[in-house]
């Protein structure tokens, strides 16, 4: 009978022990998960490629940034349903808990890098600053504009102004031609949009043409209040009959041959983008317009001006008569700057 007891008051008190245990290692785990690591300032990046586990970073960590119990973590992941990690490239906080490291992989919070294309860049140049960037995978060396052009099923033989212009964030392992699509697929998306919602009485015949408008109106002013009168003078000029007279097209069309100055040797050559001898809108897009040129050129500003000449201080005069205009351009182009920029004529 005394047997009985002590044999059940010792079960008793080994599964009382036991719960005991159970909750300090419990507690211990749990206060290890919640206490920060003192990471190194060079151990502070982590990349994680193809193939690699929650479990096999972790243990990984052991030995770069003196993660202690790499199988704790990996539990407390598959408790939370956290074990699906993303890839990339993650610069880690100089102070981290485990779970909050943990938070960090799963979530995919990886270092970001950028890249921005400007409104007005050419399609060869944007294609230039991608091919070059420090942190864009490169797997298009050597692959000029047609290549490119092909590889996206752009219908047009050049095509310029098919890349959007913005700022691109991007991870370690996104690759150029990753985000050539991105730009190509975002100058899509935007053009529909605002063809969608265009003004009405428009003198184009598609979307494409919008485009080519922006683009000129992208490459006439850096003035965003501006924009709307300078597509308003060109869009008065297209439904009158004239000529656009637009001296970036004409810079467009010499393409390697300008070197900083258009004379009137120039405006006489007859390329397919000099607008002072062709009729209408140029074949194609002379550079990358934003969202912005691209609503003006869809929304021009009412009036009556048909002119416009650069003041020199970024800002134009805006003329509805040939006299006038030429009025102004005595005056302006008297006392431009280096920095002075032409006119519609």
Known sequence: MISKVLTSKLFRLLVLLSICLCLAAGLYAWRWLHTPIQIPEQQQILDL???DSLSRVAYRLRGQIGLEYPRILVLYAKIAKSTNIKLGEYELPARVTPVELLQQLHE????QRTLTLVEGTTFAEALTLIGHHQYLQA??????VATVRDRLGITQSNPEGWLFPDTYVFNKHTTDWDLIQQSYRRMQDVLAEEWESR???LPYESAYEALIMASIVEKETG??????QIAGVFVRRLEKGMRLQTDPTVIYGMGSNYQGNIRRKHLREKTPYNTYTINGLPPTPIALPGREAI???LHPADGDSLYFVAKGDGTHQFSATLAEHTKAVREYQLKRSSSYRSSVR
């Open 49 to 51: 490629s193809p193939g």
């Open 108 to 111: 995919g919070r990886v270092k």
């Open 139 to 144: 797997t298009l060396t050597g692959e000029d």
């Open 199 to 201: 003004a009405d009485n």
């Open 223 to 228: 003035a965003p209040h501006e924009r709307a």
């Open 295 to 297: 609503h003006a050129a």
